[in-house]
């Protein structure tokens, strides 16, 4: 079943809704990385709540953000086959409660009419009431390449990226601007190397804050999308929002999970 579960929020303050996947990480600690066709002794396990949209709620509570999530749950830690959210789900939410909607890109032709719908209501309402879209292009799948003309924030990952033939996030923002809707900005970030961002103001560039140790990278790029979704939801420039994205990712991988990234 699609359901919205609603994090922290402030009295009469608009919210971010994430719109994607929860699932059930199961997360093997060894002493080093395996070697293909060996056994490897497992130190440690853990059982964590993961999911691109999941995580990023996840850091957008813990930023002080309002947030929602919106995806399929299932009644107990593990379930098959959960459905996507379809765009008859998402017409049954009360728009009026968000400022920003956000989609992980998954089943492509149902976010489409989601954000159609998204485009019919701002048409109805001021513009200071209108609401900020963007999505998530994380994997090399045909059908969700038509996710490039919709949002006002894309964000590209860097198999992505390099599925087209780019090495390096400047390459990639420049190479497949053509691709979003006008006056959008498209965002690729590059682990170690840092970010890039392209709109209609420029090219801009992020260094990456490595931590002084590299404990769990797990859901770093959910960090990013999440820091830089808090900082232009607070109206702060695209270039300060590629710098605290880069920032608050480079602490999550310095902790395991996300207790301590503020």
Same mark, same amino acid.
């Given at each position: 079943?699609?359901?919205?579960?609603?994090?922290?929020?402030?009295?009469?303050?608009?919210?971010?809704?994430?719109? &994607?996947?929860?699932?059930?990480?199961?997360?093997?600690?060894?002493?080093?990385?395996?070697?293909? /066709?060996?056994?490897?002794?497992?130190?440690?396990?853990?059982?964590?709540?993961?999911?691109?949209?999941?995580?990023?709620?996840?850091?957008?509570?813990?930023?002080?953000?309002?947030?929602?999530?919106?995806?399929?749950?299932?009644?107990?830690?593990?379930?098959?086959?959960?459905?996507?959210?379809?765009?008859?789900?998402?017409?049954?939410?009360?728009?009026?409660?968000?400022?920003?909607?956000?989609?992980?890109?998954?089943?492509?032709?149902? !976010?489409?009419?989601?954000?159609?719908?998204?485009?019919?209501?701002?048409?109805?309402?001021?513009?200071?009431?209108?609401?900020?879209?963007?999505?998530?292009?994380?994997?090399?799948?045909?059908?969700?390449?038509?996710?490039? @003309?919709?949002?006002?924030?894309?964000?590209?990952?860097?198999?992505?990226?390099?599925?087209? @033939?780019?090495?390096?996030?400047?390459?990639?923002?420049?190479?497949?601007?053509?691709?979003?809707?006008?006056?959008?900005?498209?965002?690729?970030?590059?682990?170690?190397? &840092?970010?890039?961002?392209?709109?209609? /103001?420029?090219?801009?560039?992020?260094?990456?804050?490595?931590?002084?140790?590299?404990?769990?990278?797990?859901?770093?790029?959910?960090?990013?999308?999440?820091?830089?979704?808090?900082?232009?939801?607070? /109206?702060?420039?695209?270039?300060?929002?590629?710098?605290?994205?880069?920032?608050?990712?480079?602490?999550?991988? &310095?902790? !395991? &999970?996300? /207790?301590?990234?503020?």
């Amino acid at each position: 079943m699609a359901a919205v579960r609603a994090g922290k929020m402030a009295a009469k303050e608009k919210q971010i809704l994430c719109v &994607g996947l929860v699932c059930l990480d199961i997360i093997n600690v060894v002493d080093k990385f395996p070697i293909e /066709d060996t056994d490897t002794r497992c130190l440690s396990q853990r059982w964590q709540r993961g999911g691109n949209a999941s995580n990023s709620c996840t850091v957008l509570s813990l930023l002080g953000v309002p947030c929602g999530f919106m995806g399929s749950l299932a009644p107990g830690r593990v379930s098959e086959n959960l459905p996507n959210v379809t765009s008859e789900d998402f017409r049954k939410i009360d728009l009026s409660q968000y400022k920003w909607i956000h989609w992980e890109g998954r089943n492509a032709s149902e !976010q489409v009419a989601m954000i159609r719908q998204v485009e019919l209501y701002n048409a109805t309402v001021p513009a200071e009431q209108q609401i900020t879209t963007s999505v998530e292009i994380e994997k090399t799948r045909e059908e969700l390449y038509q996710l490039f @003309g919709h949002g006002d924030v894309v964000f590209v990952s860097k198999d992505i990226a390099r599925h087209f @033939g780019f090495n390096s996030a400047s390459e990639a923002v420049k190479g497949l601007y053509n691709r979003v809707k006008p006056g959008a900005y498209l965002i690729c970030a590059w682990a170690e190397k &840092g970010a890039d961002a392209m709109g209609p /103001d420029g090219v801009f560039h992020s260094n990456a804050f490595p931590p002084e140790k590299l404990v769990d990278t797990l859901g770093a790029g959910d960090t990013f999308n999440a820091a830089v979704l808090v900082a232009l939801y607070n /109206d702060k420039s695209i270039q300060e929002s590629l710098t605290f994205g880069c920032q608050i990712a480079g602490k999550k991988c &310095g902790i !395991q &999970g996300y /207790d301590g990234i503020v």
